[in-house]
């Protein structure tokens, strides 16, 4: 008998109320039981030409109908092992990618291919079956079973113990190499760690993670800015190789009123609250007043709202182009305005008010009007539209260039215009043995693209230190 097709009864996983989560910051997507899980993954239909639809559109190629098809035997290790040959982080990557414009995106359920039309059904949860594959493995303790090359006797240093670090130290790792990873922060994970909210991705998954990475011989040196004190040419002296894994610095728009008291940057935002406690009973001050107003419209702004409003403060978001065209998922969106943020879109700032503190953030209307140079729809101000949000304070949580300090002592260190790292194809910087990736190659992108970036990185090492060939 055919299958019959579940075009729309997608399973969602369940959430606490939005009046609770407010008040917390665990975690509040409970993740599925293996109940939902097995009757989401009958959803999928095994599509014969799948490397062309999910398997294409996620950046790291996981073999998403190879470890659904093993959830519906009961076989959640066999789907972990599945995983972990593309994603070395699969409770990381169910929670935080972006899988509506990746995997879901292109999910047959979802896009009608005849019509050649999106939204004829509602794509299966993919991100959500990979986390419950990926906690019930952690939860559960079950070893996978990892097969590790032999010492090679390489040396590999990386500097950054962001989601591209440790990618990279994996697939090292894995390949027989010697590790050590320089992390300026005392704890490793990058932006995951002093980022993106515990209510998002809680920090005992980024932990277990690195125990992984340390049981494979991975050693960390926490607490090391390269670049002060230690730096890259030295690291360079006594490595085979060294990977600059650095992620991006944060910006400002050069609007007039960006010095005022009042103006934050997201990151000092979240590290104040989520890695020192400010606002949470810490020491540590933080003053953003009664209402703010948060400049962005990727992750990094639904962060900072998912913060502010915990903190009991009236929260705006104000972003340039429209909700479908932003960069964070559309069901961050949605929780944070059933939190009672409000979203502002198709919104610029021109100035942010006040004599010495801020006082209110001067904006103007947008419309789409064109492409850009990236071929995205090009907003452009409605004449006449100015108009005043009232905040006691501003936060930017827009993107910028490389974090500088590891890499300012290396003249030779090729830059873009944008600031961030000159690489070729295979990540190899315009210095010999020297490669980079992640945030500080792509100025700021996804968690699972500094994966990408990592482990395309490791690969390049592996070949060049392998090859014989001097760089
Ligand atoms: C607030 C926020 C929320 C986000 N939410 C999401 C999300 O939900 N989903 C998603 O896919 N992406 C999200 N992103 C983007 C994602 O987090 C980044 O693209 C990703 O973390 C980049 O990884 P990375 O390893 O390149 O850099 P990072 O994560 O920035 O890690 C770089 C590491 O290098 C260390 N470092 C820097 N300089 C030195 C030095 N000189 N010496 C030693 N160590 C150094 C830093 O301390 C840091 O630990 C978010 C970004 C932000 C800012």
Not at 116 to 126: M, T, Y
Not at 222 to 229: E, L, P, Q, V
Not at 285 to 311: E, H, N, S, W, Y
């Amino acid at each position: 008998m055919p299958k019959q097709i579940r075009y729309l009864d997608r399973n969602k996983e369940p959430t606490m109320e939005a009046g609770l989560r407010v008040k917390t910051y665990k975690e509040y997507s409970y993740g599925f039981s293996p109940t939902l899980a097995l009757d989401e993954a009958q959803r999928c239909l095994f599509c014969k030409d799948a490397d062309q639809r999910c398997i294409k559109a996620c950046p790291i190629n996981v073999d998403i109908p190879g470890f659904i098809k093993k959830i519906t035997e009961g076989n959640i290790l066999g789907a972990y092992e599945i995983i972990l040959k593309s994603d070395p982080f699969p409770s990381i990557c169910g929670r935080v990618c972006p899988q509506e414009r990746q995997c879901e995106g292109s999910c047959i359920l979802f896009y009608d291919t005849v019509k050649d039309r999106k939204n004829k059904g509602l794509p299966v949860s993919i991100g959500a079956l990979e986390k419950f594959v990926g906690d019930t493995v952690r939860l559960m303790g079950i070893k996978p079973d990892l097969k590790k090359e032999p010492p090679n006797g390489k040396r590999v240093a990386i500097v950054g113990a962001g989601p591209a670090g440790l990618s990279c130290a994996h697939e090292l790792a894995i390949l027989g190499y010697s590790i050590d990873i320089y992390e300026a922060l005392p704890v490793a994970g990058g932006v995951m760690v002093y980022g993106i909210p515990t209510a998002r991705l809680d920090r005992s998954i980024i932990e277990w993670e690195v125990n992984r990475l340390k049981s494979l011989g991975v050693r960390f040196f926490f607490g090391r800015a390269i670049g002060r004190g230690l730096s890259v040419k030295e690291l360079l002296n006594s490595y085979d190789a060294v990977f600059l894994a650095v992620g991006a610095g944060r910006g400002k728009l050069g609007i007039k009123g960006e010095n005022l008291n009042g103006v934050f940057s997201a990151i000092e935002v979240l590290m104040r609250v989520g890695l020192m406690g400010a606002g949470r009973g810490a020491d540590t001050p933080i003053d953003l007043g009664q209402k703010t107003a948060i400049i962005g419209g990727g992750f990094t702004a639904v962060d900072c709202a998912i913060t502010t409003l915990r903190l009991g403060i009236q929260t705006h978001v104000v972003y340039r182009r429209t909700r479908d065209t932003s960069l964070a998922r559309q069901e961050e969106w949605d929780h944070i305005e059933e939190e009672g943020a409000i979203l502002h879109w198709l919104t610029q700032p021109i100035e942010i008010l006040g004599k010495e503190k801020v006082e209110g953030l001067k904006c103007v209307k947008m419309k789409l009007e064109g492409l850009d140079s990236q071929g995205r729809p090009k907003p452009v101000a409605i004449e006449g539209s100015e108009h005043i949000i009232e905040c006691d304070s501003v936060i930017f949580a827009i993107g910028q260039g490389a974090n500088p300090i590891a890499y300012e002592e290396l003249p030779n260190l090729e830059l873009t215009k944008y600031l961030t790292i000159k690489v070729d194809e295979g990540f190899r910087t315009s210095v010999p043995r020297l490669y980079a990736g992640g945030d500080a190659v792509n100025g700021g992108d996804t968690v699972v693209r500094a994966i990408a970036e990592g482990k395309k990185c490791a690969m390049s090492i592996h070949q060049d230190l392998t090859s014989g060939v001097k760089r």
